[in-house]
Nanobody
Framework: RVQLVESGGGSVQAGGSLNLSCVAS????????MGWFRQAPGKKREGLAS???????NYADSVKGRFTISKDNVNDTLYLQMNSLKPEDTAIYYC??????????????????????WGQGTQVTVSS
């Protein structure tokens, strides 16, 4: 069973930056596809960014150009660098992993159903 632990959330003012981290308990995380999601109060969970095990990236339009996903395969850590934060970015942020290497994963990589492991989430609050 893979455990994912997020950190790096907090409170910032609009225009600020945060860098979220997600450490995987497995030492072969370089074989996983991974992604970041968020859920704001009263809203559905939203896919933000994903990274295929081959390094291919995918972003939601809402964060493209502001957020950057990256992965450190040596330390089994996923990152989400968030710049130019807005109040509407306030949410709980989750990392997720797919250990099954589903066929066609990348074209669905911003959807929850292609992931089989989830972290507990970290709160991000952006004030105006």
């Amino acid at each position: 069973r893979v455990q994912l632990v997020e950190s790096g959330g907090g409170s910032v003012q609009a225009g600020g930056s945060l860098n979220l981290s997600c450490v995987a308990s497995e030492h072969n995380a370089n074989n996983f596809h991974m992604g970041w999601f968020r859920q704001a109060p009263g809203k559905k969970r939203e896919g933000l960014a994903s990274i295929h095990s081959n390094g291919a990236l995918n972003y939601a339009d809402s964060v493209k150009g502001r957020f950057t996903i990256s992965k450190d395969n040596v330390n089994d850590t996923l990152y989400l660098q968030m710049n130019s934060l807005k109040p509407e970015d306030t949410a709980i942020y989750y990392c997720a992993a797919d250990t099954r290497a589903l066929e066609g994963w990348f074209s669905h990589s911003l959807k929850e159903y292609v992931y089989n492991y989830w972290g507990q989430g970290t709160q991000v609050t952006v004030s105006s």
